[in-house]
């Protein structure tokens, strides 16, 4: 558990993450054997989310501190649109969170359905190291926010109010795949120690059905981690994530031997196999971590990209993911 201090160390790291989106090198504090520390983040805003989280691994910090700091700067950076504040509401004007965490133990905690509540990802770690449940949803979610000192605060920005009630005038649910629907942000972390984790946060699909949850606080769906063999985390549509068991499965498929690029590859190939009269506008992708710190992903669609830095020159760069079909 960590001190208050400790806390507050990881707000600062995270508002300083929002104010230097541009960082283009890091340095690493040390040298250790193979590519480690090393994290990968799902989208664009992945890139703020690795620079949050190197502050920790580069200093030697855990796999479990850099996710969860790394995912904080989206959660509280309203132009993000599909994550946290600012995110787009569901089809009542609510904007309803969902989040999870797993680290190399097999522990893990969850939240969803989750409102008024900026960051769902430290919420899930709460309930991963403070109860004996692995997801708590809804009013019960909230209840426990509060009493453990999280404030209420209202998430939904007037740029998103002002989207959603144009929607309203035609209440068309048709989202535009690679802009609404990359709806979460994943994020998986190899630290100098060996320990690996994963972090998945999301304001979910935009003007979903009230009530509706898709894969992104699911372990095993949209976030799985095995400490011996590596982790992996999804994007995409959540409903054919969950059909599939989707980043569990791309674990087992490492476990068996294959490359991450090589697994999330599989799994992609068997969601189009599984979804063949629903391909239409259909995009999903996967990013997978192993223990020796090779990083890979794939998506049925272009468009998909990544966040990646390591203990290499490179810095903090993004990369596309290699994908099945074009548009």
Avoid at 147 to 152: I, Q
Avoid at 298 to 310: H, L, M, T
């Amino acid at each position: 558990m960590r001190s208050r201090r400790e806390f507050l160390k990881f707000s600062a790291l995270t508002s300083a993450a929002l104010l230097t989106p541009q960082l283009s090198t890091l340095t690493f504090a040390g040298k250790r054997k193979g590519n480690k520390p090393v994290m990968i983040s799902t989208w664009n805003h992945g890139f703020g989310a690795n620079a949050a989280g190197w502050e920790i691994l580069g200093e030697g910090g855990t796999a479990l501190d850099a996710v969860e700091a790394g995912v904080r700067v989206p959660e509280a950076d309203p132009n993000e649109r599909s994550v946290g504040y600012g995110g787009l509401p569901d089809r009542e004007g609510k904007v309803t969170l969902d989040a999870c965490i797993m680290n190399h133990a097999y522990e893990c905690g969850a939240v969803a359905f989750l409102q008024d509540i900026k960051h769902p990802i430290s919420v899930a770690r709460l309930v991963m190291e403070k109860t004996p449940h692995a997801m708590i949803v809804g009013k019960g979610a909230k209840q426990f926010a509060l009493a453990n000192g999280f404030k209420e605060e209202n998430l939904l920005t007037e740029k998103s109010e002002a989207d959603w009630k144009e929607w309203l005038k035609k209440s068309e649910y048709k989202p535009v795949i690679n802009i609404e629907n990359h709806d979460t942000i994943g994020a998986l972390a190899l630290d100098a120690e060996g320990n690996l984790a994963g972090a998945c946060t999301t304001s979910g699909a935009a003007y979903k059905m009230h009530g509706r949850v898709g894969d992104s606080p699911l372990i095993g769906a949209g976030l799985f981690v095995d400490g011996e063999i590596g982790g992996a985390c999804a994007t995409g549509l959540g409903e054919a994530v969950i059909r599939t068991a989707g980043s569990a499965m791309v674990v087992e498929q490492m476990r068996n031997g294959k490359s991450p690029a090589e697994a999330c590859e599989i799994v992609v190939k068997r969601i189009i196999k599984t979804h063949k009269n629903k391909l239409e506008d259909l995009q999903v992708g996967f990013l997978a971590l192993n223990k020796d710190g090779e990083y890979g992903g794939y998506s049925i669609r272009s468009g998909f990209n990544f966040a990646v830095v390591d203990n290499t020159d490179k810095g903090n760069r993004m990369e596309d993911a290699p994908f099945k079909m074009e548009w």
